[in-house]
């Protein structure tokens, strides 16, 4: 599916949900392995290993969620490319249309990228080689360049994920100066503080934090591959208090649309409403409620607000943000403007 078709068919999607209340899993975000083979310094999924689905399951999966009216399917993980099926899994997607999304750390990318005809990858970089790789592994940022340069030499629609730390702020001028040179563009997320001991002590400053995020808008406006609408960064630059990663209520004018018009599902299963809910309680599992059962439950999601910057940006397309609509439709055609960096954050 092109970005221009995956785009009305969300935007038709979202649209109805608000006129009717129809709900349909427009945007899946689908952990196919709990595996990897990278040690985060904030990641602790692999800790918690677990009866994967299996390829006949997923496939039949795909064949549901696009009966469902799905648009959008992001691979993640754990490491999707774990998965010796994934190219299996891609190319049913393919076959039903569904823009298609791998989230990576790129290691595996230079011997497999031939096998994955996928809309675009979304590879992990943490900023500089010392801070990639103290965040990750010794040898691990080095992988992660070497995956974009394949994917990019192969012609894939390629993006960067950087988590904010304490450690990386000073990086980020770097991350789109790599963007610049290497033909990518750039997220920046806010670390989850809840999800690890780790995440806890890798927390940044906030006011840092803020900074940082003011200093990105300013870096959009100047042309820079920063792969966020202006709408997302003013919202998580007001966002306030960073160590409270979900709120029960509507942030700025942003309702949360997950569990209306998306959702996450784990690799054993679970059912959530979204990616960074993964992990807490399932609402149910495709195996022994199947998905329609699962997905209604969904209804009743409490969390109306959060500073994951991928659902916020999707719940902003879901509520047909114009700015919103735009910037994905931009990011989603690879249309990255070179220019000289502006100054780094103070």
């Known amino acids: 599916m092109t970005a221009s078709r995956a785009l009305f068919k969300s935007a038709v999607g979202a649209a109805r949900f608000r006129l009717t209340g129809c709900r349909a899993p427009l945007s899946v975000a689908l952990c196919v392995t709990r595996r990897c083979d990278a040690s ?13 689905l299996g390829a006949v ?39 039903h249309g569904l823009w298609t999304v791998v989230e990576t750390n790129g290691h595996a990318l230079p011997r497999r990228v031939d096998e994955l005809p996928v809309s675009r990858f979304m590879v992990s970089l943490d900023g500089s080689e010392a801070v990639h790789d103290r965040l990750r592994e010794p040898g691990s ?54 999800a690890s001991k780790a995440a ?26 920063v792969a966020m609408s202006e709408k997302c960064l ?10 409270a990663f979900r709120a029960p209520s509507p942030h700025e004018d942003l309702t949360c649309m997950a569990g209306q018009v998306s959702c996450a599902i784990d690799a054993d299963g679970g059912v ?14 495709v195996r022994t409620d199947g998905f ?29 943000n114009k700015p919103a609509v735009l910037e994905v439709a931009r990011v989603a055609s690879r249309r990255v403007v070179s220019h000289g960096l502006v100054g780094a954050p103070r």
């Open 141 to 194: 940022f080095r992988l992660a360049v070497a995956g974009i340069r394949a994917a990019r030499a192969a012609g894939h629609n390629v993006g960067t994920v950087t988590v904010l730390t304490r450690h990386n702020l000073d990086d980020v001028p770097l991350v789109l100066a790599m963007g610049r040179e290497l033909g990518f563009d750039a997220t920046f997320s806010v670390l989850d503080v809840h």
């Open 292 to 320: 329609d059962a699962a997905f209604a439950r969904l209804r009743d999601n409490d969390c109306r607000a959060c500073v994951a910057t991928a659902c916020t940006e999707s719940s902003f397309l879901c509520n047909l």
């Open 40 to 52: 985060c310094a904030y990641c602790s999924i692999t800790s918690t290993a677990c009866d994967e």
């Open 57 to 95: 399951e997923i496939l039949d999966l795909i064949d549901l969620l696009a009966d469902r009216g799905a648009a959008r399917l992001n691979f993640v993980g754990g490491e999707p490319l774990q998965r010796r099926e994934l190219p299996d899994f891609v190319r049913r997607c393919r076959d």
């Open 234 to 243: 003013r919202y998580l630059i007001e966002w306030p208090d960073y160590d």
């Open 200 to 225: 806890r002590r890798a927390r940044p400053d906030p006011s840092a934090l803020r900074r940082t995020f003011r200093w990105l808008l300013e870096a959009r406006a100047e042309g820079q591959p």
């Open 272 to 285: 959530y409403a979204c990616a960074p809910r993964m992990g807490t309680s399932p609402v149910g599992n």
